[in-house]
């Protein structure tokens, strides 16, 4: 598992090598889903950049909804309890698999909805990785507007 580390590489962010830890990292997602979720935990407590998020969203928590969309449960409190940095993460995600599924998509949906304003924020830190919810030449799965 690469979780020291990607973890050592959050304090020399960002580089090209923190996305190919992440793409390692989700290679051990079918074997050992709860460490790579507690590894993306960590590493987003930790980060200060954009691209680490974007690179442990889409490398990384993007597939594990994919395949066990329960591991939602646990994203979703992480947001209700401010947790900014992982908010910005599934925004940062799209939909594949499990999420895709009626219900799933709708709980993402409305919990990227009832954070709406923090994302609008989020934008002007992160322009990279959060767009905005005007941005219609994006298809992101939280332009619940369009």
């Known amino acids: 598992m690469t979780a020291r580390t990607i973890l050592a590489l959050i304090d020399k962010e960002p580089s090209e090598e923190i996305w190919q830890e992440a793409i390692n990292l989700a290679e051990s997602i079918d074997t050992d889903a709860d460490e790579v979720f507690a590894i ?19 490398c990384v928590i993007e597939h594990i ?20 940095r992982m908010l910005y993460a599934l925004a940062s995600c799209r939909k594949f698999g499990e999420s895709k599924r009626d219900e799933n998509s709708r709980r993402w949906d409305a919990l990227l909805a009832a954070n709406k304003a923090r994302l609008t924020r989020a934008h002007r830190r992160y322009p990279d990785v959060v767009k905005p919810l005007e941005a219609p030449d994006r298809a992101w799965p939280w ?3 369009e």
Do not use: M, P, V, W
Request: net charge negative.
């Open 143 to 145: 332009n619940i507007d």
């Open 40 to 58: 993306i935990s960590q590493a987003l407590s930790k980060t200060r950049h954009g691209d680490t998020i974007a690179a442990l969203a889409t």
């Open 65 to 84: 909804l994919e395949r066990d969309f329960a591991y939602f449960d646990q994203i979703e409190r992480e947001i209700n309890k401010g947790n900014g």
